[in-house]
């Protein structure tokens, strides 16, 4: 089955607001994953506007589940992920600035680069993933780079879904089979919510994991983060 990792950067954003710890991250971390979650993922920025450098080793020492760090592989960022040690790392390809991820990275133009940076990821021993649009060419050339899985950036998906499902699908599909075929590991992301996953997870169920954050973290304003967390699981079946 899809593994669900909850995105908690939200929660981090409430948490800045105010200065204080209110909500307390490592306590919402661990609900969602006593609420069911497969794994949390973090998106530490150099601006540090919703998780904090600091935030990564605290959550490491108490996470159960699987723990991913997505973040532009900045010295920085690799020197944080080294340190630290989550299960996983996904590269992304953002500005330090940017509002949020949105688009992939082009695997063929930055290829020596993202060898590089995944040699030091796979020497740690630490599972990588690539952020990539769905493009059967990048998704072959994240395997070349050594990635060990792509995340597939889901924004386009998400947008067109609620006006042709089948042609938002279309590129998903013949991307998730090419990436089957290489023989490495799947995930997606990004504007994926209660609408939208049940259609992506059914005409792509060997997605090993989807990391959501905003929909999720809306939902659970009205649901509940319990309720909230069990409804996305049931997308997944
Ligand atoms: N995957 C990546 C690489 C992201 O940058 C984000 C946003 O932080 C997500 C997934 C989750 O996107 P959303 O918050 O829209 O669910």
């Known amino acids: 089955m899809t593994k669900l990792s909850v995105n908690i950067n939200k929660i981090a954003t409430i948490r800045n607001a105010r200065g204080g710890n209110a909500p307390d991250l490592l306590q919402v971390a661990k609900d969602c994953e006593l609420y069911g979650a497969d794994g949390i993922t973090v998106h530490p920025r150099p601006d540090e506007r919703h998780i904090r450098r600091s935030d990564v080793p605290a959550l490491r020492a108490i996470l159960t589940t699987e723990f991913n760090i997505e973040g532009y592989p900045s010295k920085e960022f690799i020197d944080l992920v080294l340190r630290v040690k989550p299960h996983q790392v996904t590269l992304v390809p953002d500005k ?36 990539i649009d769905a493009d059967i060419h990048m998704a072959e050339y994240a395997a070349k780079a050594g990635a060990d899985r792509v995340e597939l950036y889901t924004g386009p998906y998400a947008e067109l879904y609620p006006l042709d499902a089948q042609k938002a699908i279309a590129p998903f599909v013949r991307t998730a089979e090419q990436v089957r075929s290489l023989g490495i590991g799947l995930n997606a992301g990004h504007d ?46």
């Open 192 to 237: 994926l919510s209660l609408r939208n996953l049940r259609f992506f997870s059914e005409n792509i169920p060997w997605v090993d994991e989807v990391s959501i954050g905003h929909a999720l973290i809306c939902d659970a304003l009205y649901m509940g983060l319990s309720a909230t967390i069990e409804a996305y699981k049931n997308c997944l079946k």
């Open 96 to 131: 330090p600035h940017q509002l949020t991820s949105n688009h992939g990275w082009d695997t063929i133009a930055e290829q020596g680069f993202l060898r590089d940076v995944l040699n030091d990821i796979r020497a740690a021993g630490i599972r990588s993933s690539i952020f």
